[in-house]
């Protein structure tokens, strides 16, 4: 099921991996925010994601779909998975080469640049695919659908996050709005077709990191209005969309700076309170993490 993906959407991961490259940031998350915060995150997802995944990845095909900068793929092949890692931009891709590189891994994972819409695999090749803060991206639930659906067909298991974030927040896909759906329509769709519902856990992102995000949602939206424009730079050239809202947002130093303290400190007091407090968070989590059983076989060990 070939559904393609627009070229400005293409622009625009190439233009973060631009950012990202050389960059210490472990995800693609918040490239505008402060190394604690991506950091946070990183945690919490993974502390999530791997308390999910079988017990047994040793040996089994695991599919990275939309691999960003391959925190997963090295992670999953360090746990002595094979891994198929593909993403949509090939500058995301050379950066996932390049740190699988420097930790000696790249025999153990397959780097391919390819769209979810459209996934050169075949049928139920991947023993288990992660697909983490991707397909909300798609920007359109008409991409959505065959995303989840090629997702389906490669795969025996499937791990999803998805991830709701605020529309007010300007430092997000410009050429989109994100997908953001209720976790029971999130539900329906994951679901659609199969024997066995979904499973759902949240991901949990505590109470400070709730208050804090609403101070930075208020500050970009500030800003948001103080922009020219959504489509061009403030110079009225046509330089990447991205990068004139993220030097828009740098310029007033003082509120940039509280946020990052103000960040900082949130993703601080969080991390002990998220790990403490568990799944009890989870009405309150941003982040989703679907899961999806697609049959009662066990995964084909390679
Ligand atoms: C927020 S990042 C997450 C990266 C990685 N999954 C992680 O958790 O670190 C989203 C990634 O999805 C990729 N992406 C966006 N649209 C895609 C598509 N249609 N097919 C494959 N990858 C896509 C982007 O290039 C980017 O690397």
């Known amino acids: 099921m070939a559904t393609s993906v627009s070229n400005d959407l293409k622009r625009f991961w190439e233009d ?3 950012r990202m490259s050389g960059k210490k940031y472990a995800t693609v998350l918040d490239i505008s925010g402060p190394l ?9 997802q993974s502390k999530v994601l791997f308390g999910q995944l079988p017990a047994k990845i040793d040996n089994s095909i695991a599919i990275d779909a939309g691999c960003g900068v391959g925190r997963w793929s090295i992670r999953l092949a360090e746990r002595g998975a094979t891994v198929v890692a593909f993403d949509l931009s090939r500058g995301m891709v050379r950066e996932a080469k390049k740190r699988a590189a420097r930790k000696s891994l790249n025999s153990n994972i ?11 695999l075949r049928n139920d090749i991947g023993c288990f695919s992660i697909c983490i803060t991707v397909v909300q991206h798609l920007a359109d639930i008409s991409r959505v659908i065959p995303a989840i659906a090629e997702l389906k067909r490669t795969t025996k298991e499937l791990y999803l996050l998805e991830l709701t974030e605020d529309g007010n927040n300007p430092v997000k896909n410009p050429h989109s709005t994100i997908v ?11 679901g659609a077709g ?4 979904p499973r759902y ?12 995000d609403k101070f930075r949602y208020r500050i970009n939206k500030t800003f948001q209005t103080r922009l020219p424009s959504v489509k061009t730079s403030s110079a009225g050239k046509n330089v990447p969309l ?21 960040q900082n400190l949130a993703a601080f007091f969080s ?28 995964c084909t060990q390679r």
């Open 36 to 44: 604690v915060w991506n950091w946070y995150m990183d945690r919490v």
């Open 180 to 190: 953001q759906l209720s976790t029971s329509q999130w539900l329906s769709l994951i």
């Open 271 to 298: 991390f002990p309170i998220d790990m403490m407090l568990g799944n009890r968070l989870k009405k309150y989590t941003l982040h989703k993490l679907f899961i999806v059983e697609k049959d009662d076989e066990n």
């Open 194 to 197: 199969l024997n066995k519902p």
């Open 201 to 212: 856990v949240g991901v949990d992102l505590g109470v400070f990191i709730r208050i804090v």
């Open 242 to 262: 991205s990068r004139a809202i993220l030097d828009e947002i740098n310029r007033p130093r003082a509120l940039v700076m509280l946020y990052h303290v103000a």
């Open 110 to 120: 397959d780097f391919i640049v390819a769209s979810v819409t459209d996934i050169p």
């Open 16 to 18: 973060v991996a631009t």
